[in-house]
């Protein structure tokens, strides 16, 4: 248990030690972390989960917009394939699910995925979406605001609980690419 590096928490701890804290395709994730930089590296806090909601967590906890990072599920069709990927931006932007998801994806149509769809495929409770843990083989865009900064909270794959993690652990996540431009 440490503090931590942003916001204002009672308390961080290594994620992989708190598998209460993160749904179960996280924690599975993070038993198995393969990444450049140590598991340890992400932390985890514990929050309330009638405020996982960006603004209103953002309000009571302290963190920036800036600070914060939503990872949307999006499904991106062509023809009668549709491929799944998650977009990571700053929660003071948005994705360019139509410009450049769609087009980086090469899929004629690109949009959010339903939510009953998200948590199904993910494992994940809205609202708690990340993009550590997804499906294998899932394209993780990684806007290169997000990459560049030196720590962004995240979710935890559940309402209750976040994750906060440097930007360089999130681009180098299986799967990751890093788009400049992707949040606008």
Known sequence: MSAAPI??????????????L???????ALAGW????????VLVVDTDP?????????QAYDVAPELSANCVVVAAKRGQDVTYAACLVLASTRADVNGLVRKHLGARKASFAPMDEAVSLTGMQYGGIT???L????????????AD?????IG???????????????????????LEGLGL
């Not at 993160?22 to 599975?28: E, F, G």
């Open 131 to 133: 993009p550590i843990g």
């Open 22 to 28: 993160v749904a179960a395709p996280v924690a599975k």
């Open 50 to 58: 009638e405020l996982a909601d960006t603004g209103n967590f953002g």
């Open 7 to 20: 916001g204002n928490f009672e308390a961080a701890w290594p994620a992989v030690d708190r598998a209460d």
């Open 34 to 41: 393969t990444g450049a930089e140590p598991v340890e590296s």
């Open 156 to 178: 935890s794959g559940n309402r209750r609980g976040k994750i906060i993690v440097p930007g360089k652990v999130l681009a180098g996540l299986p799967g990751a690419t890093v």
């Open 135 to 146: 499906p294998d083989g899932w394209p993780v865009l990684v806007d290169a605001a997000v």
């Open 149 to 153: 900064a030196p720590y962004v909270v």
